[in-house]
């Protein structure tokens, strides 16, 4: 796992474990489900939002944009990543 980095952010101490550079899970935030960095916005929350259909630019805004497009394209290729690595290996004939 990954080294528990803390940073003040608006005079508060913010700790958290970095997935990525904008994906991370935070001690006592969400249950510790990984969340965008500065944000209680969890990253189920978005790709769901992905996929009932909802555009890129319709869920940032939403978010305030607090939330960048990286940081969404981040969240989509460490879910698709550890789906990948959760797959049991097939046997070879």
Not at 28 to 56: H, N, Q, W
């Amino acid at each position: 796992m990954a080294k528990l980095i803390t940073e003040t952010v608006e005079n508060e101490p913010y700790q958290y474990y970095p997935l990525g550079e904008f994906v991370v899970r935070a001690p006592g935030v969400c249950g510790g489900r990984p969340t965008f960095k500065y944000t209680r916005i969890e990253i189920t929350g978005t790709l769901d939002r992905l996929a009932a259909g909802e555009s890129m630019d319709e869920i940032i805004s939403g978010y305030l944009n607090k939330v960048s497009r990286e940081a969404v394209i981040e969240a989509i290729q460490l879910i698709s990543s550890q789906f990948v690595k959760s797959l049991p290996q097939l046997e070879t004939a």
